[in-house]
Nanobody, 118 residues
Framework: VQLQASGGGLVQTGGSLRLSCAAS????????MGWFRQAPGKEREVVAA????????TYADSVKGRFTISRDNAKNTVYLQMSSLKPEDTAVYYC????????????WGQGTLVTVSS
C-alpha cells in the first residue's frame, strides 16, 4: 500500500484545512486509516483514526470537536477536515494504514506540513 498525503499549508488561527490521503492498491477498504502528526521537538502522536467501513472513528482529546476524519472507499482516500485551527496544531501530518487485526500501522505516507500562524 502506498499512501500520498496532501492538503497542508499555511493558515491563520481559527482557519480550516482539509488533508487528503490517497492510497494505492485494492485492499484500501479493508484497512484502518489513521492521521498522525509530529511537531518540531515533539514525539509523533495519533490525531484520528477511522475503521474500514467508516463507521467507527476515534480522536485525540486535543482535536475533538475541531477535526473530522472520513473516508471514501470508492476513491481510496481518507480525509482530515481541520477547523478552528490553533498554533499548537502546527506539525507535519502523516497518514498511515493498518489491518484491523493489528495494532501497529504498517504503511505511512510522506507527510504534509500544516502551519498555523497566530
Amino acid at each position: 500500500v502506498q499512501l500520498q498525503a496532501s492538503g497542508g499549508g499555511l493558515v491563520q488561527t481559527g482557519g480550516s484545512l482539509r488533508l487528503s490521503c490517497a492510497a494505492s492498491g485494492r485492499i484500501f477498504s479493508s484497512l484502518v486509516m489513521g492521521w498522525f502528526r509530529q511537531a518540531p521537538g515533539k514525539e509523533r502522536e495519533v490525531v484520528a483514526a477511522i475503521g474500514w467501513s467508516g463507521g467507527r472513528t476515534t480522536y485525540a482529546d486535543s482535536v475533538k470537536g475541531r477535526f473530522t476524519i472520513s473516508r471514501d472507499n470508492a476513491k481510496n482516500t481518507v480525509y482530515l477536515q481541520m477547523s478552528s485551527l490553533k498554533p499548537e496544531d502546527t506539525a507535519v501530518y502523516y497518514c498511515a494504514s493498518r489491518y484491523s487485526y493489528k495494532l501497529e500501522y504498517d504503511y505511512w505516507g510522506q507527510g504534509t506540513l500544516v502551519t498555523v500562524s497566530s
